[in-house]
């Protein structure tokens, strides 16, 4: 922190607006990181043909379920090293991050006929996601 000759402090990261913002942020970071972690392993099983998912007959967004394996192991991938990336607080992480958690709530949203208890709690934690990353910040003080 460096002061000036007014005495006035001038931050050069950036600052919450309350604590609870960089605890939503932490949290958020835990969920990307295990959300995308459990997303590889959806995609794994999903290109092995596993019998865990049941496939239904004309639904609207059909698609090979190896195809939407390879949806859930790539995004998952790319949400694991945006999670990560959100503990060292690099502000490029939390856009990628909003960003990422809206691509999930998509994917799980058309993945519903696939396992939907599975996809209805996977939106429900995207949108937390969102909401902690927008979480207001304070822009660091211009310096003089």
Request: overall charge neutral; some cysteine.
């Amino acid at each position: 922190m460096a002061s000036n000759v007014s005495g006035t402090h001038h931050r050069t990261e950036w600052e919450p607006r309350s604590a609870w913002a960089t605890g939503w942020t932490a949290a958020a970071a835990v969920l990307m990181t295990f959300g995308g972690i459990m997303a590889i392993f959806e995609g794994i099983s999903a290109i092995a043909h596993d019998d865990v998912f049941v496939t239904t007959r004309n639904f609207t967004y059909a698609f090979s379920l190896t195809g939407w394996g390879w949806v859930h192991l790539i995004l998952g991938a790319l949400v694991l090293v945006a999670g990560l990336a959100l503990f060292s607080g690099a502000a490029w992480a939390r856009a990628t991050g909003v960003v990422l958690a809206g691509l999930s709530m998509i994917a799980h949203f058309v993945w519903l006929p696939y396992a939907p208890l599975w996809s209805i709690v996977l939106i429900v934690i995207d949108g937390f996601i969102i909401w902690a990353l927008c979480s207001p910040r304070r822009e660091p003080a211009p310096r003089t």
